[in-house]
């Protein structure tokens, strides 16, 4: 079986959860749950058995790639789980590579949200926020966190989806053969 189809199936189902993110702030657990019941279909189709593995370790890699950024709140369920679910596509490396690349890419679209307090004065701006917990760090060697203000521009729900959708395909189309 031809690779395409694999890849371009997880494309439809991160661009899909990321759609759903952007629009309801929510990744509904049934398109992740398709999406890893055709992962596993289409690699048991296209390697057998080690297929079923390699979806297998993928899945358990995705998961274990953003669970403690769950359990500290930084990011949703539903992103540790559609991490999950591409896992199944792209095996155990890929889903690894993907997941760094989506989360250098989250980074960046977190950084351009602080940067925006700036620009729409209509929004509380962290900057303030963040230099208190900077001089506490340096004067008491002790961090210490503030959690952001109501109406703070970093305090809104960020849509990581769409960071994943976009560091996976970034992957898909590194990994795609040209020839």
């Not at 789980?81 to 889903?95: S, Y």
Request: charged share 10%; hydrophobic share 55%; with cysteine.
């Amino acid at each position: 079986m031809d690779n395409s189809i694999v890849l371009v199936s997880c494309a439809v189902l991160i661009w899909t959860t990321a759609v759903q993110d952007l629009l309801h702030r929510k990744i509904p657990n049934y398109i992740v749950m398709a999406g890893a019941i055709v992962g596993f279909l289409l690699q048991g189709w296209a390697a057998g058995a080690g297929g079923v593995l390699a979806a297998t370790y993928g899945l358990v890699v995705g998961l274990a790639i953003l669970l403690p950024g769950y359990l500290m709140g930084f990011t949703g369920a539903g992103d540790a789980k559609l991490m999950a679910a591409i896992g199944t596509f792209l095996g155990p490396v890929g889903v690894l590579q993907a997941a760094l690349i989506s989360i250098f890419g989250g980074g960046i679209i977190a950084i351009g949200f602080a940067l925006s307090a700036l620009v729409h004065r209509q929004s509380i701006s962290p900057w303030g926020r963040y230099a208190l917990m900077m001089r506490t760090l340096v004067i008491t060697g002790r961090p210490l966190y503030i959690p952001p203000a109501e109406g703070e521009v970093m305090g809104k729900k960020f849509p990581f989806a769409v960071s994943i959708a976009l560091g996976t395909t970034a992957w898909i189309v590194w990994q795609w053969p040209l020839a």
